[in-house]
């Protein structure tokens, strides 16, 4: 993690070479490389995403859950060994996160791989040229979009605690807000701004980690918490995170829905991911 913290910090430095660009994009892609997020308000209009909303949320199947998993087994498209999937047509994935284990953090979180697939209207958005421009601008490199897939939140009690996803490889996530997360407890995406960056919080956090077998390597919950942002915005908005910062999705409140497209953008050689690269032009 340090060693990919002192690359990143070095080319963080050092100023991107733009050949599509705005101002506008220029300004956000500062803000990702100073804060390690940026959030562009209203990008699509409100009343398709509130569509796309209700649309995706009837792709997770009814019914039941999935029943239990047995011990250790990891499915494909999981997260846990305790989530279980469902194959849905065209190749789309629905994972149900911890199922069986209520008080899990993530429990009752569904995610829907492959969504574009369902909803071809989506595809676009994978291919957003403002989304990769932006990104482009802040690290310097154009990466290909390695996953395409949504969140559904739905009384969520208990999230994933702040962490990083893993240890300083580049890796860009945009979240497309479908449903307007006016308050904490719609589920906000919570960042704690400047975290990208190589920082003795993060270090202090590894240590503890590793001194305890029982606990998730990259958990960060050693924060000054009153000094993380609560993203608030409009559906339509699209969120920007390097998740090399510290971040979480905060726990909604019962009766409350979030639905997001998360759109990941990682180096061709990232092992995490199980698609083929597909590449995005950063055209302005
Ligand atoms: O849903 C969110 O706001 C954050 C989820 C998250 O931590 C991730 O996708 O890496
Ligand atoms: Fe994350």
Redesign the pocket.
């Given at each position: 993690m340090v060693g990919n913290d002192i690359h990143k910090a070095r080319s963080l430095g050092r100023a991107a070479r733009v050949t599509h660009s705005s101002p506008s994009v220029d300004r956000w892609a500062a803000t990702l490389r100073e804060r390690g997020y940026v959030l562009i308000p209203d990008h699509l209009p409100r009343d398709t995403c509130v569509t796309w909303a209700a649309a995706v949320t009837e792709l997770a199947p009814a019914g039941p859950e999935p029943s239990g998993p047995p011990p250790d087994a990891r499915q494909p498209y999981t997260i846990a060994t305790s989530s279980r999937t469902v194959p849905l047509p065209d190749g789309a994935v629905a994972e149900f996160r911890r199922i069986g284990t209520p008080e899990a953090d993530d429990s009752g979180v569904v995610c829907i791989y492959h969504v574009d697939r369902l909803m071809p209207a989506l595809t676009q958005l994978r291919s957003d040229p403002t989304v990769a421009a932006v990104i482009f601008a802040a690290g310097g490199e154009e990466l290909p979009s390695r996953a395409f897939k949504a969140?559904v939140h739905a009384s969520v009690r208990r999230t994933?605690g702040y962490?990083v996803?893993n240890d300083g490889e580049v890796c860009y996530?945009a979240?497309f807000a479908l449903t307007d997360i006016g308050e904490a407890a719609d589920g906000a995406?919570s960042y704690l701004p400047g975290s990208h960056r190589a920082r003795w919080t993060k270090y202090r956090n590894v240590l503890r980690n590793t001194m305890r077998a029982d606990r998730y390597p990259r958990a960060m919950d050693r924060i000054p918490a009153s000094a993380a942002d609560t993203v608030l915005c409009r559906a339509g908005s699209v969120l920007i995170v390097d998740?090399n910062g510290i971040?979480?999705?905060l726990p909604q409140a019962d009766g409350r829905v979030r639905v997001?497209l998360?759109n990941c953008f990682d180096r061709s050689d990232y092992p995490v991911n199980l698609d083929p690269p597909v590449r995005v032009t950063a055209l302005a």
């Open positions: 969140f994933q962490h996803d996530k979240f995406h998740v971040h979480r999705a997001v998360v």
